[in-house]
């Protein structure tokens, strides 16, 4: 009889030890995948002529050496200031989105059942503001590529302008990286690249923005997407 509880302990840490490591090895899986993140970001080019309002969404392969050798557009769209859709075309501003991302730098991907780097997708958009007038809301995005992929990252659908601050003579490009969770709302952004007195309204108008959440196997999942807001005062 003094025996039989250290029996049955030894007993059930048999049944128990193998469900346990099972367990502990999947969230340690879980927990080491992630999506690429920006580690070095650089201002973006802004054109000499066009729209008050730009945006281009971007789908970006990142390399096991973190940059970005492959791009894809998924829509580029002009707005006037009272928000309607811009007619006119769109010089330089896909261009200058492509060559600022070439010149970025990100850790890699790292892929759940090897926990190694892997080549991967990300979304990366840019809104281009030439700071007239605020908090104008965008023209709806398109938000499914040219190109099907087995795994998207989030993608924007309706964006919105920053209020730039009436007491700010700032220039340059904001990069936040956001957490898209599975119903597409937005749980956390971090500012990758600063400009000190633009940070916090370009947050407040991220946190606005309405993105399709990713997907994997045909599944919402969540994941990451970066947002640049480049500014250029008149």
């Given at each position: ?59 970006a ?8 050798p ?51 997708l ?104 970066v947002?640049?807001f ?5």
């Amino acid at each position: 009889m003094d025996g039989w509880p250290l029996r049955f302990a030894f007993t059930m840490l048999r049944i128990l030890a193998p469900i346990l490591l099972i367990t502990l090895c999947g969230s340690a899986a879980r927990q080491a995948h992630r999506a690429p993140t920006p580690v070095e970001a650089t201002d973006a080019s802004f054109p000499t002529i066009g729209p008050v309002v730009s945006v281009v969404s971007l789908l970006a392969t990142v390399d096991l050496d973190g940059h970005i050798p492959e791009t894809q557009v998924v829509d580029s769209i002009g707005s006037t200031s009272d928000g309607e859709r811009y007619q006119g075309t769109l010089i330089g501003y896909v261009e200058d989105s492509i060559a600022a991302v070439k010149r970025w730098r990100f850790s890699p991907a790292i892929d759940s059942s090897s926990l190694k780097p892997t080549r991967s997708l990300t979304s990366i958009s840019f809104l281009y503001d030439r700071v007239f007038g605020t908090g104008t809301i965008l023209p709806i995005m398109r938000t499914r590529p040219a190109q099907s992929f087995n795994d998207m990252p989030p993608l924007p659908s309706k964006v919105w302008r920053a209020d730039y601050p009436v007491n700010s003579i700032g220039i340059g490009t904001v990069v936040l990286k956001l957490r898209i969770e599975l119903s597409g709302s937005i749980s956390d952004v971090e500012v990758i690249k600063s400009v000190p007195s633009l940070d916090e309204p370009s947050i407040n108008a991220v946190r606005k923005w309405q993105f399709q959440p990713a997907r994997h196997d045909g599944k919402p999942v969540g994941s990451t997407t970066v947002v640049a807001f480049v500014f250029l005062p008149l």
